[in-house]
């Protein structure tokens, strides 16, 4: 290496040994300036305006547990590292960060320029008496004669194309044409890609805006957000905001979703039409009700079971008469 790629792998080195030690203060100076007010920012706004959709978690899972935007909000920007280097450093064991330490290396330097360089670096973490090698990239650009750590960059860029979804989202909403529908519940609008509603005359009445689209049935329809499934009603307003892998129209009161368990597995069960479970999931698929009851496969071992069951989730013979139950 010449003094210049020395100078840089000693940055980052100090730089990868104070987010292992948790000294957020020390990393704090060493981040480009501006940054970490910027990230704040933008995650705020994209979970402001992601929570109509119920797809806010995904920004705030990575500062803990029942995190919400005004916990956030309030944080000093050295508090705001805190939470959100202490997520990302989850997989380091504390009081282990000597022995990862010693595993660090520098794997490339690429001084893109003068004032932009890319370094690349690996470390193991211990896990079960094994270790895992983990690969990293960090960005640095150069003020003057000192280098910075540009703040994750790739999450900056998925913050920007989030809030351009967003808003492209809302523009589209803004020339809906809800004035225009005829029938109350919406059972006469047709879905369409990218996915929109239009009525019998093919008036477009809902613009496209959704990722997938079902068809209206007691007054909602299933439609994909951005990564998860809901339901809205003829207006297009969100009555089911998204918390759904999957999700199938109503029938007989009651409509299939998914979910996934703890192994990424979907679960089927069914939902009323005010969002609340009526059935839990735990289905490997569902069927939608006809005459009071639906067909279900349920996980046994290695081979999927199918039977009916009625609007308890209790399972019935093909021959019975379905009991009365709770929509």
């Not at 994209?46 to 916990?71: I, K, Y």
């Not at 477009?204 to 959704?210: D, K, M, T």
Request: with cysteine; net charge negative.
């Amino acid at each position: 290496m010449n003094s210049g790629s020395n100078d840089l792998a000693r940055f980052v080195k100090d730089y990868f040994y104070a987010g292992i030690r948790r000294d957020f203060e020390a990393m704090l100076p060493a981040l480009y300036p501006g940054d970490v007010d910027k990230l704040k920012a933008n995650l705020i706004w994209c979970s402001q305006a992601m929570a109509r959709f119920g797809e806010s978690t995904g920004f705030l899972a990575m500062f803990g547990p029942d995190t919400d935007v005004e916990d956030l909000r309030v944080l000093s920007p050295q508090a705001f590292l805190r939470k959100l280097f202490e997520g990302a450093s989850r997989d380091i064991p504390p009081g282990e960060w000597q022995d990862i330490a010693l595993t660090f290396r520098i794997l490339n330097i690429h001084q893109v320029s003068e004032d932009y360089a890319e370094v690349e670096y690996s470390y193991e973490v211990p896990i079960d008496g094994t270790s895992r090698v983990c690969e990293k990239e960090v960005c640095l650009s150069r003020i003057g004669e000192r280098w910075y750590v540009m703040l994750n960059p790739g999450l900056r860029t998925t913050l920007d194309s989030v809030r351009h979804q967003v808003e492209k989202f809302n523009e589209r909403e803004k020339r809906d044409r809800t004035e225009e529908v005829s029938d109350p519940a919406g059972e006469d609008l047709e879905p369409f890609a990218l996915w929109g509603y239009r009525d019998g005359d093919e008036r477009v009445v809902l613009e496209p805006r959704f990722g997938g689209a079902g068809k209206f049935s007691s007054g909602l329809a299933p439609v994909k957000f951005f990564k998860k499934w809901g339901y809205i009603n003829p207006e297009g307003a969100v009555v089911i905001p998204g918390r759904f892998a999957r999700a199938m129209e109503f029938s007989e009161g009651l409509a299939a979703v998914a979910v996934h368990d703890d192994e990424f597995e979907l679960r089927w069960g069914y939902i009323r039409t005010d969002g609340t479970m009526q059935i839990e999931p735990r289905f490997a698929s569902a069927e939608p009700f006809t005459d009071g009851v639906a067909e279900v496969t349920l996980f046994n071992d290695e081979d999927e079971v199918p039977y009916l069951i009625d609007y308890h989730g209790q399972r019935v013979e093909e021959d019975d008469s379905p009991d009365e139950g709770d929509e």
